[in-house]
T-cell receptor, first 114, second 113 residues
Framework: AQSVTQPDIHITVSEGASLELRCNYS??????LFWYVQSPGQGLQLLLK??????LVQGIKGFEAEFKRSQSSFNLRKPSVHWSDAAEYFC????????????FGAGTRLFVKA | DAGITQSPRHKVTETGTPVTLRCHQT?????MYWYRQDPGHGLRLIHY???????DKGEVSDGYSVSRSKTEDFLLTLESATSSQTSVYFC????????????FGEGSRLTVL
């Protein structure tokens, strides 16, 4: 079974600073990897996803993530954070040969200070 | 936006009563999921379905049952609600062939007193 760990419960960055949110997964093979964002009081929106190919994937809103097989990691990055990026971010892993299921990490809440 | 409707959106009930949450989709997607979201736990998978009458357990299935008698509807039932089941419940759908991206409903907030 797959699992996901997001080591940081919350992170505070200054507006304009760079951001990196950490994600580690556990699965026997290369799974499907996702980052979702949830703004306050909102549903979840997909930021980006990785299945195969180039290990650096680009997403919406200027986010990118890098898959590192050797570290079982899929960290999310953004070079310059905007105040509107304040939200909760979830890393997720999808796998399964019969029933495909997606398991989420506990989330990292991002605070942006002016 | 994906056509996903959850009902009811808000419900307050008492311990021991049965509760059914409904998820309805208009996308004809094969996969449907029920998650619960709680502070500090993120989203946890309760049950999921990979076709009509095909369902399986997720991470936190105890106390919950599901049914899917047609493609568009996925019901989550709490046979006897407990306070620990107070949560926000999200339905999600996915088409496995397009990479498993999840599309979420707006959530159902359940309070068990």
């Amino acid at each position: 079974a797959q699992s996901v760990t997001q080591p940081d419960i919350h992170i505070t960055v200054s507006e304009g600073a760079s951001l990196e949110l950490r994600c580690n997964y556990s699965y026997g093979a290369t799974p499907y990897l996702f980052w979702y964002v949830q703004s306050p009081g909102q549903g979840l929106q997909l930021l980006l996803k990785y299945f195969s190919g180039d290990t650096l994937v680009q997403g919406i809103k200027g986010f990118e993530a890098e898959f590192k097989r050797s570290q079982s990691s899929f960290n999310l990055r953004k070079p310059s954070v905007h105040w509107s990026d304040a939200a909760e971010y979830f890393c997720a892993v999808g796998a399964g040969t019969g029933g495909f299921k997606t398991i989420f990490g506990a989330g990292t809440r991002l605070f942006v200070k002016a | 936006d994906a056509g996903i409707t959850q009902s009811p959106r808000h419900k307050v009930t008492e311990t021991g009563t049965p509760v059914t949450l409904r998820c309805h989709q208009t996308e004809n997607h094969r996969y449907m999921y029920w998650y619960r979201q709680d502070p500090g736990h993120g989203l946890r998978l309760i049950h999921y379905s990979y076709g009509v009458k095909d369902t399986d357990k997720g991470e936190v299935s105890d106390g919950y049952s599901v049914s899917r008698s047609k493609t568009e509807d996925f019901l989550l039932t709490l046979e006897s609600a407990t306070s620990s089941q107070t949560s926000v419940y999200f339905c999600a759908i996915s088409d496995r062939e397009r990479g498993g991206e999840l599309f979420f409903g707006e959530g159902s907030r359940l309070t068990v007193l």
